[in-house]
């Protein structure tokens, strides 16, 4: 029975675990490094275990001393949060090893969904739309034109060992491929010392839309809608909302029982997302899964009047999952304020918080473990507060959100507060056109002096 | 107030140990505290209205350490380096590795530290002589948890 849950995490996560814990009446166990002792989540939890020094390689990333701290304190449940050993199988599986219940899907869908070629195959299998391409590096020119033509154009050439958007290519038509090609794998050659490449689909006008999931293990899994996060800097979301501007009630449906299927193909236990791209045509295409709860679930819990967390512990209680849908109401949207100097190419801005008063108000949820007079270590990420406002309207929600972000005052480090305000003014934002590329063009203007 | 007398400032509060200096002076207040982990350089400037100059300083931050080291023998601590159950033998009747008094060489086993059904032995580092030990037999420990006092010698 659990009685005593164990928070694998820190920061606004922990502290929002702990809150769920605390109001369904179970103990809590934080864990920190030493660089967290004054932290939030350390001071709300029941009992706290310092696990190691500041890096979360000696810290929060280390099973032994989770675990270690598990049996000390006698907790019979961990929630790993998001990030660090939320969604590593072997973590899943020592915790199953020790006879502690992982808050989370089986080590064996963890490795699954973590694998992105596997995880593709399963969606399609399950009847999935996956992006079309080739399943595999593509040997020769030849074979990569041939996997185009088949896709249809346009298509991109990515190199498989690639990332940080090189060793990539976009072929708009069957004359252009051939020189795209050899241009691509000469790239991935010197950046990455691997010139294999893959051939998919470009979508054009991308959307990242997401649908929220929680399965009970048992075979029953729900959705709760979607969630907007097309607004992203260099693959970061800054802001998401839900649900989304372009998605009506039909393309929700599709896309839920799309999301739903997948699940059940793995008989997904605990919340999950999963992750689509939506081209300009209304068709969207498997990205990926994320078997965790996920940084942006308070906008789904706002407009759903669900608390996800709750649900995942009942779920690891065993709890079965009663399948219905899930009415939305309302327009959530959230910016995560990080301390970064956003006219300053967003550089880090570690410190001292000598001033933190959070926005308040109706309809306005501030999910923050910052306190004046905390200093941010230099550990970590750089995320301060996640700022949420909820309005009948998708423009009842932006006006609240302006006026939230503007009574918000953090002194001491900068913050992207100043770029959410010219972001949420933004015509193109507030008329909800936008896609994965928005920020790539959008001009920040300097600061006022 | 000029950057080099702000530097000296610092550097007085760094090497003396103060914890909090606070200036006024010409119409600014300058307040510079120091951190248990190093002088923070936390310069809050607000400007008051115009006052002589006055300059207090206070000595705080050693009041409740010294009377803290007062009370605690002298030596160096062992800290422990994970988390589990502390163990003062090698089992519940053997005697346990150490006591007050008792002399220590690096290698030595001081303790015996549980975590996930396997026994950690803790060595000495230093050799000298066991001040103080911290701990009750069978407690639950966390890291950097501070374990015995060595006296080194």
């Not at chain 2, 003062?88 to 053997?94: G, I, Q, T």
């Amino acid at each position: 029975m659990i009685q005593k849950v164990l928070i694998a995490n820190r920061g606004e996560i922990a502290l929002r675990i702990i809150r769920t814990c605390h109001e369904m009446g179970l103990k809590t166990v934080a864990v920190f490094s030493t660089a967290d002792r004054d932290s939030l989540h350390v001071r709300f939890a029941d009992e706290a275990v310092c696990i190691g020094p500041p890096p979360g390689r000696d810290s929060y990333l280390r099973p032994d001393r989770i675990i270690a701290a598990a049996e000390v304190t006698g907790a019979q449940a961990i929630h790993p949060g998001y990030g660090f050993l939320a969604e590593n199988a072997d973590f899943s599986a020592i915790c199953e090893d020790h006879d502690i219940k992982f808050i989370g899907p089986a080590p064996s869908t963890i490795r699954m969904m973590g694998d992105k070629s596997f995880a593709k195959n399963t969606m399609r299998n399950a009847g999935v739309p996956v992006v079309p391409g080739s399943d595999d590096v593509v040997k020769s020119g030849p074979i990569g034109k041939r996997v185009a033509l088949e896709t249809g154009f346009p298509v991109i050439i990515k190199a498989s060992a690639g990332g940080g958007g090189r060793g990539m290519r976009i072929a708009w038509t069957e004359d252009e491929f051939e020189s795209q090609y050899a241009v691509a794998k000469a790239e991935a050659e010197s950046a990455f010392g691997n010139g294999d490449l893959y051939v998919e689909k470009f979508i054009t006008g991308p959307r990242h839309i997401e649908i929220q999931v929680l399965g009970d293990g048992k075979g029953s899994v729900i959705h709760f809608g979607e969630r907007e996060c097309s607004i992203q800097r260099r693959h970061q979301k800054l802001i998401e909302e839900s649900p989304s501007p372009v998605v009506d009630e039909a393309l929700r449906a599709k896309m839920g029982a799309a999301a739903i299927a997948g699940a059940e193909a793995v008989n997904y236990e605990g919340a999950g997302t999963v992750e689509f791209l939506l081209d300009d045509q209304q068709n969207f295409y498997f990205m990926e899964m994320n078997t965790r709860i996920q940084v942006e679930h308070p906008v789904t819990e706002e407009v759903t009047d669900c608390d996800l967390v709750e649900y995942q512990i009942r779920v690891a209680m065993g709890e079965s999952v009663k399948e219905r849908d899930i009415p939305i109401e309302g327009h959530a949207i959230e910016c995560r304020i990080n301390a970064e100097d956003p006219f300053r190419n967003f550089s880090p801005s570690p410190g001292t918080v000598s001033t933190f008063h959070p926005s308040g108000g109706h309809g306005v949820r501030v999910d923050t473990h910052v306190y004046a007079g905390y200093q941010i270590p230099p550990y970590y990420d750089s995320m301060i507060a996640k700022l949420i406002a909820k309005g009948r309207t998708r423009d009842l929600a932006i006006r609240k959100m302006l006026r939230a972000l503007d009574e918000f005052v953090i002194e001491g480090v900068k913050t992207t507060i100043p770029f959410h305000l010219q972001l949420l003014a933004d015509e193109k934002f507030q008329a909800g056109s936008f896609d994965t590329g928005f920020l790539d063009t959008f001009e920040l203007k300097p600061p006022e002096e | 107030m000029d950057l080099e007398r702000l530097r000296e400032i610092i550097q007085i509060v760094e090497e003396t140990g103060i914890s909090e200096v606070e200036i006024e002076q010409d119409g600014l207040r300058i307040v510079v505290r120091a951190n248990p982990t190093g002088v923070s350089h936390q310069v809050v400037a607000a400007p008051v209205a115009a006052a002589p100059v006055s300059t207090s300083i206070e000595s705080s931050s050693d009041s409740a350490t010294t009377e803290q080291a007062a009370a605690e023998p002298a030596g160096t601590q062992v800290r422990a380096p994970i988390v589990g159950t502390f163990y003062r033998a090698a089992s519940p009747d053997a005697t346990p590795f150490v006591a007050v008094g008792d002399r220590i060489n690096p290698g030595d086993v001081l303790c015996i530290i549980e975590a996930m059904k396997l026994m950690n032995e803790i060595e000495a580092e230093v050799s000298g002589t066991v001040t103080a030990v911290l701990v009750e037999n069978a407690s639950p420990i966390e890291f950097d948890q501070p374990l015995f006092i060595i006296e080194p010698s």
